[in-house]
């Protein structure tokens, strides 16, 4: 059986062929202290990088040539000796040393060069899945295997090369591929790269079933039947968009999850970057808070020098979360709302996977700041465990997924679409059974919404921008219009004589912004790829207001909590745990995310509805220090006096 970790660290060894004295300065010993001084569990480290460098004694690959000794081989071994699982990083589409002495193992672009776009980009030059680079690639997998056998691998930068070598030219023709064509071309370098991963992933569980096994560069659902656990791996900004996406969608794939944060300030190869303690605490405790596991991610120095803060940093942080270790073993998230995203959101090479994907960023941060429980879903999971479906501005369905979602809603659940959610994939005809038609694309280039004082009280009385084009949707009689579409006066465009640059609010053009049914409510646009991008508090307001209509009582309510924390609720045996996070991140700079030292919060209310369910306590989980609490109908309610960064509270029950 597979043990899987809970701590890790993750070390990036890119070390240039140039550099001297590499490993010179190391001291496993001390390294291994380290290690167990922040009760890390696994780590990964490299036995060959994306330079082509390999650190272990190898036959078929090119050893650094600073390097005098089997540092690979050494850190595994004082791992195992340790107790510490270690696993190998091998780069897949990367190797430019080897790449450099065998130009026939690169990839030939469409345009006929070997070298892409900027020279500092690592990403400039990559290898041909389909040249003899393949199978000198496995021939380093079976020296690993056979003379060393860690205890997994990760594999990085499995990414997609178009390609036209010959290689490539030549099958591509036996399959009657036009290998002209440039979107046919794509899809085949799709192809050989899902083809070699498998391979590997063959030859891996051939020499050890129960070997830990990643694919980084396929999405998660890409690589279902390949590896045996998952990582979630951002730094910078995408750190603040990604991780709330990936957390709640990818406990729902049942294997394993890892939150690999950085320690580093910017970004890989910030030798000298390190961020806050508050910022490490924030980012992995929202994982363990939506059941992932840690790791942090580091740059082994050249040298082998050890970075004390850098590691002070992990054991500080490490220690404060390690606090509430038992709250996460074997934990489930409780949620009632289901963000349902395409699949393809999740595939950032097309266009649509793009757009769905700022829509998903959009609805997740909202959903968030609205201290909602939800799960990020796709049209082929289970819905009946929800109450509310919330269909994203991109998710056009399949006849299909509509009878899936038709069957929810006659087993009493709600739907929520924004945009073109519930049409169909190809047209503009609505699936779901909604008293609305679609007339198309919306006219109005911008619409305003005007929504009735009576439906949202806190939205300004006035015609409300909405930034991105929607759909124009018609109510039937037995539907109930929320808020209407206003025109602009004049379209924005150029009309050959003016730029129509300013386009004020006219009057109402009979479309709908907002219909309410018995089966749910349907918003006409992009709701939450807006609210991505502007930020309106106007719109979450509404938003909040409107799935209150929806889903009148929540399992959850809280008060006096601001929209930069967060919470989430997680279920073990006979017990619940409230998790709840004071942290202020912002953005200072396009590609940094600060995180402030967390503040004092006080009188936060809380409410858990536990249908006839009454706890036997409720304490904090670090102290066991008890609150005093209430049951009214059926709900409980407590309150919190003091709250600072992350805490964690267990309601018990009998």
């Known amino acids: 059986m597979i043990q899987f970790p809970q701590w890790g660290c993750f070390f990036d060894f890119h070390t240039m062929p140039s550099c001297p004295q590499v490993g010179e300065n190391f001291d496993v010993g001390q390294f291994i202290k380290e290690l167990k001084s922040a009760n890390i569990d696994f780590i990964v480290f490299p036995a060959r990088c994306n330079l082509g460098m390999a650190y272990y004694n190898t036959r078929k690959g090119i050893r650094h040539p600073s390097l005098e000794y089997d540092l690979f081989g050494r850190i595994l071994e004082a791992c195992r000796q340790a107790g510490i699982r270690c696993s190998a990083y091998l780069n897949v589409g990367l190797s430019h040393e080897e790449g450099l002495r065998h130009r026939d193992w690169l990839t030939t672009w469409p345009d006929g060069s070997t070298y892409k776009g900027d020279r500092m980009n690592n990403f400039f030059r990559r290898m041909c899945y389909n040249s003899p680079y393949a199978d000198h690639f496995c021939s380093m997998l079976q020296e690993l295997t056979d003379e060393y056998a860690p205890d997994g691998f990760f594999f990085d930068c499995a990414t997609i090369n178009p390609c036209i070598g010959s290689e490539c030219i030549r099958e591509m023709k036996e399959r009657g591929i036009d290998w002209q064509n440039e979107k046919a071309v794509f899809e085949f370098a799709r192809l050989s790269r899902d083809r070699f991963c498998q391979r590997i992933a063959n030859q891996i569980k051939q020499a050890n079933p129960n070997a830990l096994l990643y694919f980084n560069g396929l999405t998660f659902q890409q690589q279902a039947d390949l590896g045996n656990y998952l990582e979630f791996e951002a730094l910078g900004r995408a750190i603040y968009e990604s991780l709330p996406v990936k957390a709640h969608y990818a406990r729902k794939l049942n294997k394993p999850v890892l939150n690999m944060i950085g320690r580093f300030h910017k970004s890989w190869a910030d030798f000298g970057g390190i961020c806050s303690a508050d910022a490490l605490e924030y980012f992995l ?60 959101a999740f595939d950032y090479s097309t266009l649509d996977g793009q757009k769905a994907l700022f829509a998903l960023w959009g609805a997740a941060q909202m959903f968030d700041q609205m201290h909602l429980l939800y799960d990020v879903i796709t049209p082929n999971m289970d819905f009946s465990a929800y109450r509310v479906l919330v269909l994203l501005d991109e998710t056009r369905i399949d006849p299909q997924t509509a009878e899936r979602i038709k069957e929810f809603l006659q087993n009493g659940g709600k739907v929520f679409c924004c945009g073109q959610g519930g049409l169909a994939l190809g047209s503009d005809q609505m699936l779901l059974p909604l008293p609305v038609q679609c007339l198309g694309t919306s006219p109005c280039n911008p619409a305003y919404i005007s929504v009735k004082a009576e439906v949202c009280p806190e939205f300004p009385e006035m015609p409300v921008t909405l930034y991105h084009q929607g759909m124009s949707y018609r109510a039937q009689p037995s539907a109930d219009i929320l808020a209407s579409i206003i025109k602009p006066m004049v379209e924005y465009g150029w009309d050959g004589e003016h730029g129509n640059y300013y386009t004020p609010p006219d009057k109402e053009n009979g479309d709908a912004a907002v219909i309410e049914s018995d089966n749910g409510i349907l918003f006409s646009h992009p709701l939450f790829q807006t609210y991505r991008e502007c930020s309106q508090p106007c719109f979450l307001q509404l938003t909040k207001t409107l799935l209150k209509r929806l889903l009148p009582e929540s399992i959850l309510e809280i008060r006096n909590f601001p929209r930069y924390c967060r919470t989430t609720l997680t279920r073990q045996k006979n017990r619940l745990h409230l998790h709840l996070m004071n942290f202020h991140p912002e953005s200072p700079s396009p590609s940094v995310v600060l995180v402030e030292p967390p503040g004092v919060l006080t009188g936060i209310e809380v409410r858990l509805n536990m249908q006839d369910k009454a706890p036997t306590r409720i304490y904090w989980a670090d102290t066991g220090k008890e609150l005093p609490w209430q049951k009214t109908d059926r709900q409980i309610q407590f309150e919190i006096d003091r709250l600072q960064g992350y805490q964690v509270l267990t309601i018990e029950f009998v």
Do not use: W
């Open 285 to 344: 405790g929202y994982g363990l808070a939506n059941t992932m596991r840690c790791t942090v991610g580091d740059h082994f120095h050249p040298r082998g020098d050890i970075q004390k803060p850098v590691f002070d940093l992990i054991r500080t942080v490490y220690g404060k979360l390690q606090r509430f270790s038992d709250c996460y073993q074997d934990a489930e998230a409780v949620t009632e709302f289901a963000l349902l995203t395409p699949e393809y």
